[in-house]
C-alpha cells in the first residue's frame, strides 16, 4: 500500500520512477557503483525529483572522491598514504550511509554535495 500525501499525491520517495523501480530502491541503487550507477539514473529518470536528488549527489560526492584519489595517489609517500588509508574506508563510510538513508526514503543530504545537488535537480 502507498501512502499519500496531502494532497493525494504520491510523495517521490514512495512513487514508482520510470526506471520501473520503487523510488527508495532506484534512489539507493544510485549509489551503489559511485558516480556510474548516479550518473546511469540520472540519465535514466525524468520525472521523479527523489531518485534524481540522490543520482546526482552520488555523482557529486563519489566523483569528488574519485578525483580526490586519483591527485592523491599521483603524490608519492604522503599522497600515497591518503589514498590508501584515508580516502577508501571514508569512501566506504559514505557509501555505506547514503545507501541505507536512500532506501530508507529520506532526503537525506551532505553539506556540500547535497545543497548542490538540490539546486540542480
Request: hydrophobic share 55%.
Amino acid at each position: 500500500m502507498t501512502s499519500t500525501g496531502p494532497s493525494g499525491a504520491v510523495p517521490d520517495n514512495k512513487a514508482r520512477t520510470s526506471v520501473g523501480l520503487d523510488a527508495n530502491v532506484a534512489a539507493a541503487v544510485a549509489y551503489g557503483l559511485g558516480w556510474i550507477t548516479g550518473l546511469a539514473l540520472l540519465l535514466m529518470e525524468h520525472e521523479n525529483r527523489f531518485v534524481r536528488f540522490h543520482a546526482l549527489q552520488s555523482i557529486i560526492v563519489f566523483g569528488a572522491l574519485s578525483f580526490a584519489w586519483f591527485l592523491c595517489f599521483s603524490v608519492p609517500l604522503f599522497g600515497w598514504l591518503v589514498s590508501l588509508f584515508i580516502i577508501p574506508p571514508v569512501s566506504a563510510g559514505l557509501w555505506l550511509l547514503l545507501m541505507f538513508k536512500a532506501y530508507q526514503g529520506e532526503h537525506f543530504k551532505l553539506p556540500i554535495a547535497g545543497d548542490m545537488a538540490e539546486r540542480n535537480i
